[in-house]
């Protein structure tokens, strides 16, 4: 089956070559950017995984270009904004796309890059996406983080809230936070502050709620 799938990408890939190359003679677009455009719009899991394979290596070299941004966009969406749905069934749900899109989205480190993470974070649902989407928006290191630090708290407290809060999440967002307020030599955001207390009093492992007050201690 894996070799299958290799095989229909390389197909892909290839069939995109003639195009691509009658656009890069034109100067608009070259057969890496075609392979990716082409893969990114895909609703198969290995196709959206190779095109971010070609995405990693594209920024490794200095490509940041527009098709960049708008094809991590269309990923980091997959299966939460962007939806195939068939039978009533959403079939294009790869949380392993979308979390390798927002760290990706966080090695561009730009406004940009923000405000896409800032979007796909108020549909997002699975741990493990908004776990990586936290830890990236710790990371920016902007001029204005009160967008960031809004975002982490409304996303992290929202799952706060949920019936099953989750340890990885409070992890990540306690630490996001310290490291904002280490850049900025303090937090100003009340709510910040509400959700610290909140990881260090709340139903977490003795490791997350101790975490918590280390960071609360550290900002005193």
């Known amino acids: 089956m894996f070799s299958k799938t290799i095989a229909v990408l390389v197909i892909l890939a290839v069939a995109a070559v003639p195009a691509a ?6 100067g608009e677009m070259t057969v890496e950017m075609m392979v990716i455009r082409e893969n990114s719009h895909s609703s198969v899991r290995e196709q959206n995984l190779f095109a971010l394979s070609h995405i990693d290596g594209a920024i490794g070299r200095g490509n940041t270009g527009d098709e960049i941004y708008a094809a991590l966009e269309r ?4 299966g939460t904004q962007n939806r195939v749905v068939a039978r009533g069934r959403v079939t294009n749900n790869f949380p392993d796309v979308r979390q390798e899109a927002a760290r990706q989205l966080g090695e561009l480190g730009t406004e940009e890059a923000r405000a896409i993470i800032l979007r796909a974070s108020i549909a997002e649902t699975e741990p493990m996406v908004l776990q990586e989407m936290i830890a990236v928006l710790g990371n920016f290191a902007l001029e204005d983080n009160v967008p960031t630090i809004s975002a982490i708290v409304r996303v992290a407290g929202r799952m706060h809230r949920s019936p099953s809060p989750n340890n990885h999440v409070a992890l990540a967002a306690v630490n996001a936070l310290e490291s904002i307020a280490e850049r900025d030599g303090g937090l100003t955001y009340a709510d910040a502050f509400w959700y610290l207390f909140a990881v260090a009093e709340g139903p977490y492992v003795f490791a997350v709620r101790e975490r918590a007050w280390e960071v609360i201690d550290g900002l005193r």
């Open 21 to 26: 190359m009658a656009q890069a003679a034109g």
């Open 75 to 78: 990923l980091v969406l997959t």
